[in-house]
């Protein structure tokens, strides 16, 4: 058979007979000769590796960033003005964003490597007869492969014989338990989670035996495909980054404009020389440039993720702090991120009775209750022997057993036996005491065959009979029913019918429990005596229930104007029932994978803008979904834990993987790491991520009005014809010195109280928003008459030059000062106690910048190397009430703006 069309056929839709024709093979394997041949036309059983970018390349890619040009601009400047200190120190800044961004790129490229070794290692397999151990590069399409508990599957098989076969396919569809598999053939258009004949590439059978044919093998995988995927994946840049750069090249293209007709203006208009207008216009081009930006920048977001961490968020890649900040969309896959991941029974329905179980998870804790009025368990028990016996029965005819480490309940076995198991223990129950004294003489396990279990245990009367099973099976095998009372009465099979239908509805998985004495001392147990006349004991509705931590954080969400959306691959019904519990809407109908495969990406775009829930989810439809979302104009992360997940998490804005029990490729691809798996962690994270955003802001908001006043300084000067007020290398002390140690303690700034009430910041939000520029140029023309107002003042009382360029140096730092108090509140007033106080970073820098101005005034060695002056008190004094009178102006101007309703 062709490979392309090996690879295009829907191999679950055929029959188990019908495939072995398609791939010209037999039960009892293939030839030899015949495996060689296949390998040679469809290549190695592994996934081929992309030639990975150049040391040199990478290097390149992070090097081309606007902001890093202004900074080598900056350090070639003051290269060419002999201060190569300066140089030297702008000079490693650049060298440390482009390592920051080389490391975290390699990180990301190792996603698809984590893929490629999910393939096993080894397979057993039929050929001519013969069971061999062979490399599982080595398989074919076509070849007879055993698997056994434990065995993780080793290419994309075609089940032919499955005796009690469960697979945990949670890596490729997110369900939340192991999937019985059977042989018979499927609907063409099942979407993975429902084709129950196959089996997948990197799943792991988790119980049971089977034989299946190898349909497909490397890259043709599903694992293959999903790689496939990553890989034309296009790591986006974040909205900080978009920002940025477009703010960095406005920034060169002004600056350097500014600098050129400065200098032609003062050859060709003023007469000045062109040594001293080079060195003007070089002065202009260092005190616009915000030297330190770059630097305080990747600080600010690296302080965020210190602060994440403590939040169990860990962050892989910095500029996805900020993206946080910006979120309007989060996906999130349901099972253990949303939900515990610990199946509990939260109602068990008996004849006459219904019983009401509290509690989550597999602690046996939680009140039981009937009508709404909690009962204790010995009476409840007494009262009621259907109760009694069904609790027995739940303990007895189990497998699985719980454990309490450090006040911590494990479970050992599968995830609705021990949902079972806490049931009776809730009970007032001793699974241990009731195994012997009702020991177990015989048992049928459970195959997907017959879909129950049974037991057999001695009594003082003879022997009974336990089953547990899905209900239309054990309906099917039962003749009467128990009552409240104990009283056995026929069966009203209609009624059982419908009860399970309206459980099935609230997204509940549904057990039935049943019984039957048999007579004499039987010891050995056939499926005869439970194909009849058993007595329905109740059933049992149990689900995977939501986190009480997401409950309250997808409510902060929708506060903060998040949209929260479920992408599972768990069945619709009971996603979105999980989902009206979390608190997500009350009408959710969720859409589901075939319904996707029939939209158009128009339709899509529609369906994503109203839709909460998407169920029965593929890795192609996760991708599209976020790339729909993103179409739209959201700012998308993206939750996600298994292999099917890395595409989409590679796509979103932000993609955050889970610590826990995610894939390594999950975590590769994703920018964040949740450490607990939990969703409120998503939810603290945004919070951190908008703080982050508010200080960078802040920052933006401090230096650029003092990088203005500096330079509008300098180009009066020169309008004027007269001296420099400050020198380029003043300007370089300040721009390096002070400026950097103030606003570096806006990084440190606290979560503003109102920050998850907010909406979300539309995507194309700029940085400088109309009240960061009113704010800029504001500031800008009081630092401009503050500098020039000070230096011609001290010209007039006589001073020399050196003197007035001293004082206007430090009415710069001063008014830095004064200003750094006031920008901590963009909008609340800072006369406050708190306010006047700061916090203790802040006051240590404002007294480190006093300790280095001093330096700067009154130190000889730096009196000759910045060509400063000392100053008198009187003259100490008035720059102080200078700095303070821009306080003041500024906290009228937020009083002026608060009154006339302008926000930010």
């Known amino acids: 058979m062709p490979e392309q069309q090996i690879q295009s056929r829907r191999w679950h839709a055929c029959e188990a007979d019908e495939t072995l024709r398609e791939l010209e093979s037999s039960a009892a394997g293939l030839s030899r000769q015949s495996v060689e041949e296949r390998l040679a036309r469809h290549g190695a059983n592994r996934l081929e590796e992309a030639k990975p970018a150049s040391v040199l390349q990478r290097l390149l890619r992070h090097l081309n960033n606007v902001l890093l040009y202004v900074l080598i601009a900056a350090a070639v400047v003051t290269g060419l003005m002999g201060h190569w200190v300066d140089t030297f120190v702008i000079l490693v800044v650049v060298v440390l964003n482009v390592a920051i ?75 939340s338990v192991p999937v019985d598999k059977q042989v018979e053939a499927v609907a063409d258009d099942a979407s993975i989670g429902d084709r129950l004949c196959m089996g997948y590439a990197g799943t792991l059978v988790t119980q049971g035996q089977a034989r299946a044919v190898v349909v497909a093998t490397g890259a043709a995988t599903e694992i293959g495909r999903i790689g496939r995927m990553l890989e034309s994946v296009e790591q986006g840049t974040t909205p900080l980054l978009r920002k940025m750069e477009e703010f960095g090249r406005i920034q060169t293209l002004v600056i350097l404009a500014t600098s050129a007709l400065l200098f032609l203006f003062g050859t060709l208009v003023r007469g000045m020389g062109t040594g001293e207008m080079f060195i003007a216009a070089v002065g202009l081009a260092v005190a616009a440039i915000p030297e330190g930006l770059p630097a305080i920048m990747t600080i600010t977001l690296a302080i965020g993720v210190q602060r994440m961490a403590t939040r169990s968020a860990v962050i892989r890649r910095l500029p ?53 009025a909690a009962i204790e368990p010995a009476a409840l028990l007494a009262r009621s022997p259907a109760l009694s016996a069904l609790m027995h029965a739940a303990a007895l005819c189990n497998d699985a057993s719980l454990h309490e480490n450090e006040q911590q309940w494990t479970l050992a076995g599968d995830p609705t ?25 015989d048992v049928i396990p459970f195959e997907s065959e017959h879909r129950f279990m049974a037991t057999l245990h001695a009594t003082d009367d003879g022997s009974e009979v336990l089953v547990k099973g899905a209900p239309e099976r054990i309906l099917a ?22 009860k399970v239908e309206a459980q099935a509805q609230a997204g509940r998985r549904v057990l039935a429990l049943a019984r039957r004495r048999l007579p004499g001392n039987k010891d050995m147990l056939e499926h005869a005596d439970v194909a009849s006349a058993l007595t329905l004991l109740g059933l049992v509705a149990i689900i995977d229930p939501p986190r009480e931590e997401a409950i309250r954080a997808v409510a902060q969400c929708r506060a903060a104007g998040i949209r929260v959306v479920m992408i599972t691959g768990d069945h619709g019904v009971t996603a979105s029932a999980i989902a009206r519990q979390l608190g997500m809407g009350d009408r959710i109908q969720a859409i589901t994978g075939p319904q996707l495969e029939h939209m158009d990406e128009a339709t899509m775009r529609r369906a994503v803008a109203e839709a909460r829930v998407f169920a029965r989810a593929s890795p192609e439809h996760k991708l599209r979904l976020v790339r729909a979302l993103q179409a739209n104009g959201d700012v998308v992360a ?92 003043q300007v370089l002390w300040v721009n390096m010195v002070s ?117 700067f005034t009154y130190a000889p060695f730096m009196q000759s190397l910045f060509e400063s002056e000392a100053l008198s008190l009187f003259t100490g004094l008035v720059v102080v009430l200078a700095g303070l009178a821009v306080l003041v102006i500024l906290e009228i101007e937020k009083a002026l703006l608060r009154r006339l309703g302008l926000g930010l």
């Open 739 to 855: 400026s950097v140690a103030l606003a570096m303690v806006l990084a440190f700034e606290p979560t503003e109280a109102d920050v998850m009430q907010r909406p979300p910041r539309r995507p194309d939000e700029p940085m400088l928003s109309r009240f960061v520029i009113w704010r800029i140029f504001f500031v800008s023309a009081l630092f401009l008459a503050g500098i020039f107002g000070m230096y011609q003042w001290m010209l007039s009382q006589g001073a020399t030059v050196e003197a007035a360029r001293t004082v206007a140096v430090n009415t710069l730092v001063c008014m830095e000062v004064f200003y750094l108090f006031s920008v901590r509140y963009l909008k609340a007033p800072s006369f406050t106690r708190e306010g006047v106080k700061g916090t203790p970073r802040v006051l240590v820098a404002v007294f480190g910048v006093f300790a280095l101005q001093l330096l």
């Open 101 to 175: 961004g080389f490391v975290q790129e390699g990180k990301a490229e190792k996603a698809l490597q984590a893929i490629r070794h999910l393939l096993a290692p080894h397979a057993v397999v039929l050929r001519e007869g013969r069971q061999q151990d062979v490399d599982a590069a080595e398989l074919v399409p076509g070849d007879v492969v055993l698997l056994a508990s434990g065995d993780s599957l080793p290419a994309d098989v075609r089940l032919l014989q499955a005796r009690n076969l469960r697979i945990d396919e949670a890596a490729l569809t997110g369900e």
């Open 320 to 372: 996805a702090v900020e993206t946080l900040g910006s979120v309007t969309v989060i996906c999130s896959d349901k099972t253990g991120t949303l939900t515990r991941n610990e199946m509990t029974v939260q109602e068990v329905i008996c004849a006459g009775q219904s019983l009401e179980v509290e509690g989550a998870g597999y602690a046996p804790q939680g009140a039981l209750s009937v009508d709404g």
């Open 638 to 729: 993206m939750t996600g834990d298994g292999v099917n997940d890395a595409p989409a998490l590679k796509q979103a804005d932000v993609g955050v993987a889970m610590g826990m029990k995610g894939t390594e490729a999950a975590k590769q691809a994703g920018a964040i790491v949740l450490a607990d798996d939990n969703f409120a962690s998503i939810a603290h994270a945004v919070e951190e991520g908008r703080t982050v955003y508010d200080n960078l802001r802040k920052t933006v908001t401090f230096l650029l009005p003092i990088n203005g006043g500096e330079s509008l300084s300098l180009l009066l000067a020169v309008l004027l014809g007269i001296a420099l007020p400050i020198t380029p290398v």
């Open 417 to 441: 036996e021990g949902a079972l198991l806490t049931l009776a223990m809730k009970a007032g129950l001793s699974p241990t005491n009731l195994h012997v004294d009702r020991p177990r003489l």
């Open 477 to 498: 095998m039962c003749a009467n029913q128990m009552m409240v009372d104990g009283e056995e009465r026929p069966l009203e099979l209609e009624l059982w019918h419908e």
